[in-house]
């Protein structure tokens, strides 16, 4: 269903009365507003002609209310879009392996978004977003405290290198021993034999 504005002017015989009001959009007087479908009997695309009969009749113009909506609604659109800076194009950017030779507190998280080692969070896929979060405050905490707590690596490591350095020692205190034992033993078989041969 479709509305219609009905645009009445006076007409004398063929001669058009001039318009004393010049504004561009016909005031609440010069319409008739009034709603009917396309089925009844006044068709909208039919310009009906003044019977020459009376010397005053109505020229009667048919003009849709939707083109008017859409007219007024494209120019309220155009001054949003005016007002409104234009929003940039946004690129779905995959995990760039490169970026973790520059970065080195980042990897790949589960859906292809870099993740940030220290912080635990993820960044948007773009290397300005990694340059800014690689310079916030919070983020500089976290590397600070990464540097500070030893990595696990190290500590089994160490842990390894230990066991070896005393495994080493107690390798250098048995050959002095056996060596004193052996020299200990020795005098004892020597003082067997000797003490047989005096018995």
């Known amino acids: 269903m479709e509305r219609f504005i009905i645009r009445t002017k006076k007409t004398k015989g063929n001669d058009e ?8 959009q016909p005031s609440r007087s010069d319409l008739d507003i009034s709603s009917f479908t396309r089925d009844r009997d006044l068709d909208p695309y039919e310009n009906p002609q003044p019977s020459t009969s009376s010397s005053s009749c109505h020229d009667i113009r048919l003009i849709s209310t939707s083109s008017l909506e859409t007219a007024a609604d494209e120019s309220d659109e155009a001054s949003r879009h005016e007002d409104e800076p234009q929003k940039k194009k946004r690129y779905n950017q995959k995990f760039n392996t490169n970026w973790q030779n520059q970065y ?3 990897k790949e998280g589960n859906d292809g978004k870099p993740l940030c080692v220290a912080c635990n969070i993820q960044i948007y896929c773009n290397k300005y977003n990694l340059k800014r979060h690689g310079a916030s405050t919070s983020h500089q905490k976290n590397i600070n405290k990464m540097k500070n707590t030893p990595k696990i690596t190290q500590i089994i490591s160490s842990e390894k290198h230990d066991r070896h350095n005393t495994l080493v020692k107690t390798a250098e205190l048995s050959i002095p021993n056996a060596v004193r034992l052996g020299t200990y033993l020795f005098n004892i078989v020597v003082f067997l034999i000797i003490f047989k041969i005096l018995v």
Do not use: A, L, R, Y
């Not at 009365?17 to 561009?24: E, I, L, Q």
């Open 104 to 106: 080195n507190w980042i």
């Open 17 to 24: 009365v001039p318009d004393t009001n010049k504004s561009p």
